[in-house]
C-alpha cells in the first residue's frame, strides 16, 4: 500500500503487526467521527492490552494490535494503529517500520504499508481501520509526531499525565555535576543539576514532525511533503496553485491546460476543474482560465483554493497538467507548481519540475486532508499518457 489508499477488509477479524530493525510501542486507539477518544479506556497498548473490540499483544517480532470488527461498539468510526520508539531520544531517521494486516483467524497477508520518507519523527499513525458502507476498510496512513507517543494520544483525547517526582524528606544537598548521572531506564528528573549534560536542547516540540511553513517559503524536491501548518494552527485561509510553463524551443508557443482533480475518501472522483469548468465545489475551486502559448512572465494557469471551503467528503486534491494538443513535455522548459497565499501573494511553496518524458500528462503535486484539519502538499512530478484530465482520473487516484 502507499500513503492515502485503502483496501476493503475480507475477514471480520484482523491483526495489525508493526515490525522494524528496532523495539517499537504499538498501540491501537478507538475514535468517533469526531476523530477523539470516547475516555482513556479507548486507548489500548501495553499497559492496558484490552479494549471494546480491540486487543494488544506483544511479541519480540513485533507488537499486534486485533481488530473484532464484529465486537468494536456502533459508536466508535475507527481504530487507528501506531507505533512510537521505545528508545529515549531516537527517530525514525534510517528506520522502515512495516504494517502488516493479517486475518486473525486464518493467517493470510490481506494488506502491508512502510512508511516513507520518515526523518526527525518520533511516533507514527501507521495504519487506520475503518467503516465505510456498513463494512470495513484498511487505510494506509503513515503520520508523524515529533513528541511521541504522548503526542499521539493527547491529539486523539487521550488524558496524558506526567510521573510526579518524588517528595524529598528534606531539601536536597547539591550534587556536583560529575557525580550526577540519571538511574537506567528510569524517566528524566524534572528538575536536573544545572550542569547536567542533556542530550538535546528542550525547545518546544511542534505537533508533529513534518516539515512546516514555520521558517518561511519550503522548496520541495519530487515526493517531498510540507504540512500546511503556520504557527501551529492549519492554514485554511484561501491559496493559490500557479502552474507555468515555457517551451523548450523559443519562437513556438505550446498549449497545456491545468487542472484539479477532487476525490473522497475511497479515491473515488467527486469532480475536476479545468478551462472548460471554471468553479466546482460552491467556487471552493476556481480556475483563472486557459493560457494558449505559455509565454510571458508568471504563472500560467492560477487555481484558487479556499481550503477552508472544501467540503468534508472531500479528502484530496490532485493538480495536474495535460497537452490537449498533444505536444510532449520533452518540449516543455521550466515546468513549476508555486502555492501561493490567496491575500498576500506570500509563496509559501515551490517545486520545480526537473527532467521530462516525452508523454503528454503530468501529475505536479497532491494535497490531503489530514485528521487534524490541516492540509498537506506533497510534490509528484510524474509523467502519463493522457491530454486531457479526463484521462487522468485513475493515475492520479493511483498517486492519493
Same mark, same amino acid.
Given at each position: 500500500?502507499?500513503?492515502?489508499?485503502n483496501?476493503?477488509?475480507a475477514?471480520?477479524?484482523?491483526?495489525?503487526?508493526?515490525?522494524?530493525?528496532?523495539?517499537?510501542d504499538v498501540?491501537?486507539?478507538?475514535?468517533? @467521527?469526531?476523530?477523539k477518544?470516547?475516555?482513556?479506556?479507548?486507548?489500548?497498548?501495553?499497559?492496558q492490552?484490552?479494549g471494546?473490540?480491540?486487543s494488544?499483544?506483544?511479541?519480540?517480532?513485533?507488537?499486534?494490535?486485533?481488530?473484532?470488527t464484529?465486537?468494536?461498539?456502533? *459508536? !466508535?468510526?475507527? &481504530?487507528?494503529?501506531?507505533?512510537?520508539?521505545d528508545?529515549?531520544?531516537?527517530?525514525?531517521?534510517?528506520?522502515?517500520?512495516?504494517?502488516? &494486516?493479517?486475518?486473525?483467524?486464518g493467517?493470510? /497477508?490481506l494488506?502491508?504499508?512502510?512508511p516513507?520518507?520518515?526523518?526527525?519523527?518520533?511516533?507514527? @499513525?501507521?495504519?487506520e481501520?475503518?467503516?465505510?458502507g456498513?463494512?470495513?476498510?484498511?487505510?494506509?496512513?503513515g $503520520?508523524?509526531?515529533?513528541d511521541?507517543?504522548?503526542?499521539?494520544?493527547?491529539d486523539?483525547? @487521550?488524558s496524558? *499525565?506526567e510521573?510526579?517526582?518524588?517528595?524529598?524528606?528534606?531539601?536536597?544537598?547539591?550534587?556536583?555535576?560529575?557525580?550526577?548521572?540519571?538511574?537506567?531506564?528510569?524517566?528524566?528528573p524534572?528538575?536536573?543539576?544545572?550542569?547536567?549534560a542533556s542530550?538535546?536542547? $528542550?525547545?518546544?516540540?511542534?505537533?508533529?514532525g513534518?516539515?512546516?511553513?514555520d521558517?518561511g517559503r519550503?522548496?520541495?524536491?519530487?515526493?517531498q511533503?510540507?504540512?500546511?501548518?503556520?504557527?501551529?494552527?492549519?492554514?485554511?485561509?484561501s491559496?493559490?496553485?500557479g502552474?507555468?510553463? *515555457?517551451p523548450?524551443?523559443r519562437?513556438?508557443? !505550446?498549449?497545456?491546460d491545468?487542472?484539479?482533480?477532487?476525490?473522497?475518501?475511497?479515491?473515488?472522483? !467527486?469532480d475536476?476543474?479545468?478551462?472548460?469548468?471554471?468553479?466546482?465545489?460552491?467556487?471552493?475551486? $476556481?480556475?483563472s482560465?486557459d493560457?494558449?502559448?505559455?509565454?510571458?512572465a508568471?504563472d500560467d494557469? &492560477?487555481?484558487? @483554493?479556499h481550503l477552508g471551503g !472544501?467540503?468534508?467528503? /472531500?479528502?484530496?486534491l490532485?493538480?495536474?497538467?495535460?497537452?490537449?494538443s498533444?505536444q510532449?513535455?520533452?518540449?516543455?522548459a521550466?515546468?513549476?507548481?508555486?502555492?501561493?497565499?490567496?491575500?498576500?501573494?506570500?509563496?509559501?511553496?515551490?517545486?520545480?519540475?526537473?527532467g521530462a *518524458?516525452?508523454?503528454?500528462?503530468?501529475?505536479?503535486?497532491? =494535497?490531503i486532508?489530514?485528521?487534524?484539519?490541516?492540509?498537506?502538499? %506533497?510534490? =509528484?512530478?510524474d509523467?502519463v499518457?493522457?491530454r %486531457?484530465?479526463?484521462?487522468m482520473?485513475?493515475?492520479?487516484a493511483?498517486?492519493l
Amino acid at each position: 500500500m502507499t500513503p492515502g489508499s485503502n483496501l476493503p477488509l475480507a475477514a471480520a477479524r484482523v491483526a495489525v503487526t508493526v515490525t522494524a530493525p528496532v523495539r517499537l510501542d504499538v498501540s491501537g486507539l478507538l475514535l468517533t @467521527v469526531g476523530g477523539k477518544v470516547r475516555s482513556d479506556d479507548d486507548f489500548v497498548f501495553y499497559n492496558q492490552p484490552a479494549g471494546p473490540g480491540v486487543s494488544h499483544r506483544a511479541a519480540s517480532d513485533g507488537d499486534t494490535i486485533t481488530v473484532d470488527t464484529s465486537a468494536v461498539p456502533a *459508536e !466508535i468510526d475507527k &481504530v487507528v494503529v501506531t507505533a512510537s520508539l521505545d528508545a529515549p531520544g531516537a527517530t525514525f531517521a534510517g528506520t522502515e517500520p512495516t504494517g502488516t &494486516v493479517r486475518d486473525a483467524d486464518g493467517g493470510a /497477508v490481506l494488506a502491508t504499508f512502510t512508511p516513507p520518507r520518515l526523518g526527525p519523527e518520533t511516533a507514527l @499513525v501507521v495504519m487506520e481501520i475503518y467503516r465505510r458502507g456498513g463494512g470495513w476498510k484498511v487505510r494506509a496512513v503513515g $503520520q508523524g509526531y515529533a513528541d511521541g507517543l504522548a503526542g499521539i494520544a493527547t491529539d486523539f483525547g @487521550v488524558s496524558v *499525565e506526567e510521573p510526579a517526582p518524588p517528595a524529598p524528606a528534606a531539601p536536597p544537598a547539591p550534587v556536583p555535576p560529575a557525580q550526577w548521572a540519571p538511574p537506567t531506564g528510569a524517566p528524566a528528573p524534572v528538575a536536573p543539576p544545572p550542569q547536567a549534560a542533556s542530550p538535546a536542547p $528542550q525547545a518546544p516540540a511542534p505537533a508533529t514532525g513534518k516539515i512546516n511553513l514555520d521558517k518561511g517559503r519550503v522548496s520541495l524536491r519530487k515526493n517531498q511533503t510540507v504540512s500546511l501548518v503556520k504557527g501551529g494552527r492549519p492554514l485554511l485561509a484561501s491559496v493559490r496553485m500557479g502552474l507555468g510553463w *515555457e517551451p523548450a524551443r523559443r519562437g513556438r508557443s !505550446i498549449d497545456l491546460d491545468a487542472s484539479v482533480i477532487a476525490y473522497g475518501p475511497d479515491r473515488d472522483k !467527486i469532480d475536476s476543474c479545468y478551462f472548460g469548468k471554471l468553479r466546482i465545489l460552491d467556487a471552493a475551486i $476556481q480556475h483563472s482560465g486557459d493560457n494558449l502559448t505559455g509565454d510571458g512572465a508568471g504563472d500560467d494557469e &492560477v487555481i484558487t @483554493v479556499h481550503l477552508g471551503g !472544501i467540503p468534508p467528503q /472531500v479528502t484530496g486534491l490532485v493538480f495536474v497538467v495535460n497537452s490537449f494538443s498533444g505536444q510532449k513535455f520533452s518540449e516543455v522548459a521550466k515546468a513549476y507548481c508555486r502555492l501561493t497565499d490567496a491575500q498576500t501573494g506570500e509563496e509559501l511553496v515551490r517545486f520545480d519540475l526537473t527532467g521530462a *518524458e516525452p508523454r503528454t500528462g503530468v501529475m505536479m503535486a497532491k =494535497l490531503i486532508r489530514q485528521y487534524s484539519g490541516e492540509w498537506e502538499m %506533497t510534490a =509528484l512530478g510524474d509523467f502519463v499518457d493522457a491530454r %486531457t484530465v479526463r484521462g487522468m482520473v485513475k493515475p492520479a487516484a493511483a498517486a492519493l
